[in-house]
C-alpha cells in the first residue's frame, strides 16, 4: 500500500489538475491493484490542503464471501466432526497521507511524505457482531430448538463420531467470528495505548528503512450447537424427538489458548472435558 501511494504521487507531482480529479485518479489506481472476486469493493478518497502541503485520506472497504472448513476434534478422540460453513471476509482501512510540499521541492520525497494508519483491520464472520445479541445462538435453550422444524425442512447432514458411535448432525446453530486490529507503529515505540487520540505518523524513509512496527490485537468467538441421531435413524420428526442428541461448543478466544472453553452434551454418553478440549492455541495459516 505504502509503494502503491508513493508511486500515485511520484506520477502526478507536476501535473495541473484539480483535487476532484487527483482523487479519482489516485481511487482507480488502488482500486485496479485489488480483486473483490464477487464480493464488495468501495474506495474513497478525500484530497485537501494542509498548512504545509497536501492531505489525502484513504479509505477502503471490501467484502467477499468465503468457505470456512471447521473441524472438532477431541485431543483424548472421544468425538470428531467436519463440515463447511460460508462466511464474510471483510477489510477495512483508514489511512492519511501528507505530502510537505515545500520539502518535496527541496528534499526526497521519502522525508516529506508522511502516513498514519487509523483502521486496518481483517474481519471474519458468520453474523455481525452487533448482531450477536438477536441472532439467540448464545446461551442456546435446548429446549426451545424446533425438532419439528428439523425433519421437516431436510438438513444439511454432516458426520459426526461421538463415544465411538456414528451419527448424522445439522448444525442448528453457528457463529464465528474473528477480527485482527493492525496498528502501525515507529520501531521505538514501546506498544500501542487503545485511549490513544490518534495513531502514529510515520515518514516513508522511516518505513523504507524499517524503523517500525507492526502491532496487532484480535476479537474472537465461536459457538456451536448441532443436532445429532445415530446414523441407522431416518431422519423424521419421531426419531429427532426421542433419540436426539445435542452438542454444544463455545471458546471466547481463538487466539489464547487459556480462554474460556466449554462442552456440552445432552447424550447416552458422557464427555470429560478435562481431556477433549484443545490442548493450543489457534494460529493464523496453520
Same mark, same amino acid.
Do not use: H
Given at each position: 500500500m505504502v509503494n502503491?501511494?508513493?508511486?500515485?504521487?511520484?506520477?502526478?507531482?507536476?501535473?495541473?489538475?484539480?483535487?476532484?480529479?487527483?482523487?479519482?485518479?489516485?481511487?482507480r489506481t488502488i482500486e485496479s491493484r485489488l480483486t473483490p472476486e464477487? /464480493?464488495?469493493?468501495?474506495? #474513497?478518497? $478525500?484530497?485537501?490542503? +494542509?498548512?504545509?502541503?497536501?492531505?489525502?485520506?484513504?479509505?477502503?472497504?471490501?467484502?467477499?464471501?468465503?468457505?470456512?472448513?471447521?473441524?472438532?476434534?477431541?485431543?483424548?478422540?472421544?468425538?470428531?466432526?467436519?463440515?463447511?460453513?460460508?462466511?464474510?471476509l471483510?477489510?477495512?482501512?483508514?489511512?492519511?497521507?501528507?505530502?510537505?510540499? /515545500?520539502?518535496?521541492?527541496? #528534499?526526497? $520525497?521519502?522525508?516529506? +511524505?508522511?502516513v498514519r494508519v487509523n483502521t486496518l483491520t481483517v474481519e471474519l464472520y458468520s453474523v455481525p457482531w452487533d448482531e450477536f445479541e438477536y441472532h439467540g445462538c448464545f446461551d442456546c435453550d435446548w429446549d426451545e430448538?424446533?425438532?419439528?422444524?428439523l425433519s421437516e425442512d431436510p438438513p444439511q447432514l454432516f458426520p459426526f463420531v461421538i463415544g465411538q458411535k456414528n451419527y448424522n448432525a445439522t448444525s442448528k446453530c453457528f457463529i464465528l467470528y474473528a477480527k485482527t486490529f493492525w496498528y502501525l507503529s515507529p520501531a521505538d515505540v514501546s506498544g500501542f495505548i487503545d485511549d490513544e487520540?490518534?495513531?502514529?505518523?510515520?515518514?516513508?524513509?522511516?518505513?523504507?528503512?524499517?524503523?517500525?512496527?507492526?502491532?496487532?490485537?484480535?476479537?474472537?468467538?465461536?459457538?456451536?450447537?448441532?443436532v445429532m441421531l445415530p446414523a441407522a435413524e431416518s431422519w423424521d420428526s419421531l426419531a429427532?424427538?426421542?433419540n436426539r442428541a445435542i452438542f454444544q461448543y463455545t471458546v471466547d478466544d481463538l487466539f489464547d489458548g487459556e480462554s474460556l472453553e466449554q462442552i456440552w452434551l445432552r447424550a447416552d454418553f458422557p464427555i470429560d472435558e478435562?481431556?477433549?478440549?484443545?490442548?493450543g492455541k489457534f494460529t493464523p495459516g496453520k
Open positions: 502503491l501511494l508513493r508511486r500515485n504521487v511520484v506520477r502526478l507531482s507536476g501535473v495541473c489538475t484539480t483535487y476532484e480529479i487527483l482523487s479519482y485518479e489516485m481511487s464477487d /464480493g464488495f469493493l468501495n474506495v #474513497d478518497i $478525500l484530497c485537501d490542503t +494542509t498548512t504545509n502541503g497536501m492531505f489525502f485520506n484513504i479509505s477502503i472497504y471490501m467484502d467477499r464471501p468465503v468457505s470456512v472448513p471447521v473441524m472438532f476434534t477431541a485431543s483424548d478422540s472421544s468425538f470428531s466432526t467436519a463440515f463447511d460453513t460460508t462466511c464474510t471483510e477489510f477495512i482501512a483508514d489511512i492519511d497521507l501528507f505530502v510537505d510540499a /515545500g520539502m518535496a521541492l527541496k #528534499d526526497s $520525497l521519502s522525508r516529506a +511524505t508522511s430448538i424446533d425438532y419439528q422444524g487520540p490518534t495513531a502514529n505518523t510515520l515518514t516513508f524513509e522511516q518505513i523504507e528503512k524499517g524503523d517500525f512496527t507492526w502491532e496487532a490485537a484480535q476479537l474472537s468467538a465461536l459457538e456451536s450447537v448441532m429427532v424427538s426421542e478435562n481431556v477433549s478440549l484443545r490442548t
